[in-house]
């Protein structure tokens, strides 16, 4: 596909956080942008500001004028709705439509690409990755599943665009996306199940991320945690390993203090001594490993990776604090899976030992709560108070008995509330808080701001 026999790109979903990044890219590099999203948010009015067009009903007569099928290109999320009127009418009517995905895959062949996958932990990396580089004075392009505070964008750039320069892409396992990719360097940071209404099961995806790993470039090269190093075996393709205790590249003389780390970056034939991070938690200091890892193989002197991995301020609703006070702090979180739940706690026990913990949990998916439920249930276990909302069902239909109950039970906290949305801010406001956290893919967000002013008032 030929991007430049299009003068406007019209996106289904517009304000999604990787859909948004490719329609900043397109406005920036002079096309003509329009969509559609359900909602309107921070980030759409940020897009409008920009100088997009977006309406939030779905209604083909809102579609604007210039938008036609022989000179727009339609880009869609498939969380787009089966019955789409919009979608519907643009398929009938002759639109070339292809998926995000499909859009970034045509994009990065035409620039040198570093692809992070895993099913945790490909947001920040890519967004440490993409600051290093940056701070380094490198011609690069970052598409981000997140808005990084140092930069309060998804889309991050510097230099002049040329074939010479880095692409940073986050490689979605989700719907096989990442397959579309053909990296000259790749990172691969976890593959705990996940997806399973897509790929059935476990072992299912794990083929994929080998095929993942089959399309990195002959030249190229593999950095990947020690856990899922398996999924290289058997490739040309130089690789490393990482993790925090063990692996080719390993974390040594740890100290952490209020949960932010220094360590020494130890390998076969050389250490990057006391790097200090800017964000917290022990999932952090392996996501800035593999940042690390990335920018020694591209030439970065180690002063300008201690100085960028010590300078970045982390990703929205990646461990973000809201409330940082003597009595209480306030932290929003994505986490979404068992596993990524239960790194979160794991670290604000670190962080905050001796302190009661409250989570508020916004369970994300039917299937993903039916598939992992034992897991759910254990993870927020690590916390002392647990206020448990409803399924939030993003592109899926509901599945008959699944619901937010099937987690309760198994919960084994002191205090568990199963509660709406209409009754979780007076629900919290019942307890007593030292450190609590909002957790969730969803629309949990939406809460953010209405307790972070009761947090306020209360405790301030």
């Known amino acids: 596909m030929n991007l430049k026999q299009y003068d406007s790109i019209y996106f289904l979903g517009i304000g999604g956080i990787g859909m948004s990044a490719l329609a900043r890219w397109f406005k920036h590099k002079g096309w003509r942008v329009a969509g559609y999203d359900r909602t309107a948010t921070p980030l759409t009015h940020e897009l409008i500001e920009e100088g997009m067009e977006i309406h939030f009903d779905d209604r083909v007569a809102l579609i604007p004028g210039y938008v036609s099928s022989e000179k727009t290109l339609v880009v869609y999320t498939p969380a787009i709705p089966k019955d789409h009127a919009e979608h519907a009418y643009l398929k009938a009517n002759g639109f070339t439509i292809v998926k ?17 996958a895993g099913t945790h932990g490909k947001t920040t990396t890519s967004s440490l990755i993409a600051h290093v580089l940056k701070e380094a004075g490198t011609s690069m392009v970052a598409f981000l599943g997140g808005i990084t505070t140092n930069y309060e964008s998804n889309l991050v750039m510097h230099g002049e665009v040329t074939a010479h320069t880095w692409v940073v892409a986050e490689a979605d396992e989700f719907d096989r996306s990442f397959l579309r990719l053909f990296p000259e360097v790749a990172v691969i940071t976890s593959a705990d199940a996940d997806h ?14 080998k095929d993942f790993v089959g399309q990195i ?39 952490a203090k209020g949960g932010f780390f220094e360590f020494d970056l130890t390998g076969p034939a050389w250490t990057i001594e006391k790097i200090q991070l800017g964000v917290p938690g022990f999932h952090n200091m392996e996501n800035a490993m593999a940042a690390a890892l990335v920018a020694k193989h591209l030439g970065i002197a180690d002063e300008t990776i201690k100085q960028a991995l010590h300078s970045f301020r982390g ?33 604000l026990r670190s962080m905050y030992a001796g302190r009661k913990i409250t989570v508020v949990f916004q369970p994300h998916l039917f299937t993903r709560t039916r598939d992992f439920a034992d897991g759910f249930s254990k993870s927020l276990s690590l916390a002392d108070q647990v206020l448990l909302m409803d399924i939030y069902p993003a592109r899926e239909e509901p599945i008959p008995g699944v619901t937010s109950d099937m987690l309760f039970p198994a919960i084994t906290s002191p205090v568990k509330i199963r509660c709406g949305k209409k009754d979780v801010l007076h629900r919290l406001e019942d307890l007593e808080l030292e450190v609590v956290a909002t957790v969730g893919a969803g629309d949990i967000d939406t809460f953010v701001n209405p307790i972070k002013e009761m947090v306020i008032k209360r405790y301030v």
């Open 196 to 209: 399973l209404d897509i790929y059935g099961d476990h072992a299912a995806m794990i083929t994929s991320f």
């Open 217 to 255: 470039q002959t030249q190229g090269k593999l950095i990947i945690h020690e856990s899922v190093a398996a999924l290289g075996s058997g490739s040309a393709v130089a690789q490393e390993t990482y993790g925090k205790d063990r692996g080719q590249f390993f974390a040594s003389n740890i100290t």
């Open 315 to 347: 990703v929205k609703r990646r461990f973000e604090f809201v409330v940082k006070s003597p009595r209480v702090t306030y932290i929003d979180d994505y986490a979404h899976h068992p596993a990524e739940i239960e790194a979160f706690l794991k670290s």
């Open 100 to 116: 995000r995905s499909e859009v970034l895959g045509i994009l990065t062949q035409n620039y040198r690409t570093i692809a992070v």
